[in-house]
T-cell receptor, first 111, second 114 residues
Framework: QKEVEQDPGPLSVPEGAIVSLNCTYS??????FMWYRQYSRKGPELLMY????GNKEDGRFTAQVDKSSKYISLFIRDSQPSDSATYLC???????????FGKGTLLTVNP | EAGVAQSPRYKIIEKRQSVAFWCNPI?????LYWYQQILGQGPKLLIQ????????DSQLPKDRFSAERLKGVDSTLKIQPAKLEDSAVYLC????????????FGDGTRLSIL
């Protein structure tokens, strides 16, 4: 079992839709959870950074962490064509501090 | 605030040749990371520096890859000799300190091996 599992998609939605992106993980030591957005031929850009369980909201983006289920989500409300990118989940914790990434989900928002 | 700078953006070489990548982190960031991102995968850590010192190089193929960070600022990553499976994007990231500080990435160097 991989440490972090993420459905690679692709996911295609119409403009204005609510998008749900998810990752599961197996390492119970993970405490810090991140979502990165990566446009084509660009580096990953940090979108959300959360600690432990709970919700965090930033504009149209909401990150949720459920440590009991080892499941994290990113919701995008009122999706825009400019949201079209690959979304990577990443997490770390314990004494290692190493950031472990999912494979990324390719999202396309159609006008 | 200027971001992480990397060069070159693209590089094409033949197998068994050597190649070097350069990274300049965000000013004041003590920790620097090199990642390898193969098409369709998430980034994989190759090496982590804290100032001048190596914190983690457990996934660096040391028979062909080397990296240095002189004076605790810029860093170079070298591959010699390159293999076909080294075709990937090499990303540099930096953070204020190590641990759980968020990492900020450059746009990477896209390496193609012929």
């Amino acid at each position: 079992q991989k440490e972090v599992e993420q459905d690679p998609g692709p996911l295609s939605v119409p403009e204005g839709a609510i998008v749900s992106l998810n990752c599961t993980y197996s390492n119970s030591a993970f405490q810090y959870f991140m979502w990165y957005r990566q446009y084509s031929r660009k580096g990953p850009e940090l979108l959300m950074y959360t600690y432990s369980s709970g919700n965090k909201e930033d504009g149209r983006f909401t990150a949720q962490v459920d440590k009991s289920s080892k499941y994290i989500s990113l919701f995008i409300r009122d999706s825009q064509p400019s949201d079209s990118a690959t979304y990577l989940c990443a997490m770390t914790g314990g004494s290692n501090y190493k950031l472990t990434f999912g494979k990324g989900t390719l999202l396309t928002v159609n006008p | 605030e200027a971001g992480v700078a990397q060069s070159p953006r693209y590089k094409i070489i033949e197998k068994r040749q050597s190649v070097a990548f350069w990274c300049n982190p965000i000013s004041g960031h003590a920790t620097l990371y090199w990642y390898q991102q193969i098409l369709g995968q998430g980034p994989k850590l190759l090496i982590q520096f804290q100032n001048n010192g190596v914190v983690d190089d457990s996934q660096l193929p040391k028979d062909r890859f080397s990296a240095e960070r002189l004076k605790g600022v810029d860093s170079t990553l070298k591959i010699q000799p390159a293999k076909l499976e080294d075709s990937a994007v090499y990303l540099c990231a930096s953070s204020l300190e190590g641990g759980y500080q968020p990492q900020h990435f450059g746009d990477g160097t896209r390496l193609s091996i012929l």
